[in-house]
């Protein structure tokens, strides 16, 4: 950066607008199907903006301009360039993939932005538990360099699930965060480990055991949360049956950034209650039994003398595996269920509540 530029730093300086088109100035790979892409605008230009936002490119493919959504993964406290990290879809198609095949230094791109709200600037906390998977990594390494930066002693969880180890982004970067300031405690959830690679860290999908054995004070943390829509559903319904003060909950889909407050989603989410009634129908006793929505299958069966056998009662062993025919259960399970016999229809007895009218095979 030129000494003029310095200056502007101090004193005076000017942003960048949208107006400007960005120029790509590096081309960082991350990992087999993952890019930084960095952008500045001139020398002189600083970017201002909060950790966790994000801009809104257009991306000129071969069947018109599409315009992607895309976190910075930068942080605004080394404000010379802005960069997103890109990963590819399964279906290596739209926005991108095109950005992976065709973005190159030199190349300029029109964005509009930055815009939304999830960031840790606007809920300052004394102690954080930053939760995502896959590409909802990066609203996270954004907040996480910008409290690294700002060395202001954040005490903060870092929990990130992957498909597998070869797939965690800025995994390097993280872990020397984590050596450097014993304040950033890191946990990496694989579902999957690589060939020929020794893993020591979890495997699995999250679950309520995880959490409590990473963050046994998750309840006094301010939570941020991003991934898929299935992967924020399960940690809201860990977060909710740990009864944890869902206020302190903050949630972006890396598929559909969040603008405003007036954007946030009504949950809706199934609590089960106490004072709601249920019924489960038996096919053994070919019987309708009335129950509330917050007793398990298996508490309702041992009642009325249906043998299911169980053991750890916390849905990890998987002994209270039962088909369900018909209706719709809330269970919240620590990995004792495939996701294809969830599919199938099986459900675990001692973590499945009934919600209105459930029939069992048993
Ligand atoms: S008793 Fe172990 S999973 Fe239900």
């Known amino acids: 950066m030129s000494s003029s530029g310095l200056a502007k730093l101090k004193d005076a300086p000017y942003y960048w607008n949208d107006e400007q088109r960005l120029e790509c100035v590096m081309v960082m790979p991350e990992t ?18 909060e950790p966790g936002q994000f801009i809104t490119i257009e991306v000129p493919t071969e069947k018109g301009i599409l315009h992607r959504s895309y976190t910075l993964s930068t942080t605004p406290s080394r404000p010379l360039s802005i960069g997103i990290t890109v990963k590819r879809k399964e ?14 230094l030199g190349d300029t791109v ?44 954040t ?17 390097d970067e993280i872990e020397h965060m984590s050596k450097r300031d014993p304040d950033i405690k890191v946990s990496w959830i694989v579902k999957e480990t690589d060939r020929y690679d020794v893993w020591t860290g979890f495997q699995g ?37 740990e009864e944890f003060d869902m206020s302190h909950y903050h949630e972006e889909s890396f598929g559909a950034p969040i603008h405003t407050e007036e954007d946030t989603p009504d949950h809706n989410d199934v609590i089960p ?10 096919n053994s ?19 009325v003398g249906v043998d299911i056998p169980s053991a750890c009662m916390f849905g990890v062993c998987g002994s209270c595996k039962i088909k369900k025919t018909s209706g719709e259960v809330h269970m919240i399970h ?13 459900v675990l007895a001692c973590c499945s509540r009934a919600i209105g009218r459930v029939v069992l095979e048993i």
């Open 273 to 282: 209650a106490d004072d709601v009634e249920a019924e489960i129908h038996f």
């Open 110 to 153: 029109k964005a509009y932005g930055p815009s939304g709200i999830f960031s840790c600037r606007n809920l300052p906390a004394k102690k954080y538990l930053f939760i995502s998977a896959g590409s909802g990594i990066t609203p996270m390494i954004s907040m996480l360099r910008w409290l690294y930066d700002y060395s202001v002693h």
């Open 155 to 171: 005490d903060i969880t870092f929990i990130h699930c992957a498909a597998r180890p070869s797939e965690i982004l800025f995994r």
């Open 32 to 49: 087999q199907n993952a890019k930084t892409f960095f952008f500045k605008v001139d020398d002189e230009q600083l970017f201002n903006y």
């Open 285 to 303: 006793l070919n019987r309708d039994v009335a129950c509330k929505q917050t007793d398990t299958l298996l508490s309702v069966a041992k009642e």
């Open 205 to 241: 999908r999250f679950n309520q055991i995880m959490l409590e054995l990473i963050s046994p004070d998750f309840a006094e943390r301010e939570v941020f949360c991003c991934g898929s829509e299935g992967f924020m559903q399960s940690v809201r319904d860990i977060l909710h049956a």
């Open 91 to 104: 279906d290596g198609q739209g926005g991108s993939a095109w950005l992976l095949d065709n973005l190159k």
């Open 334 to 346: 620590n990995g004792g269920i495939s996701d294809a016999d969830v599919e199938s229809g099986y």
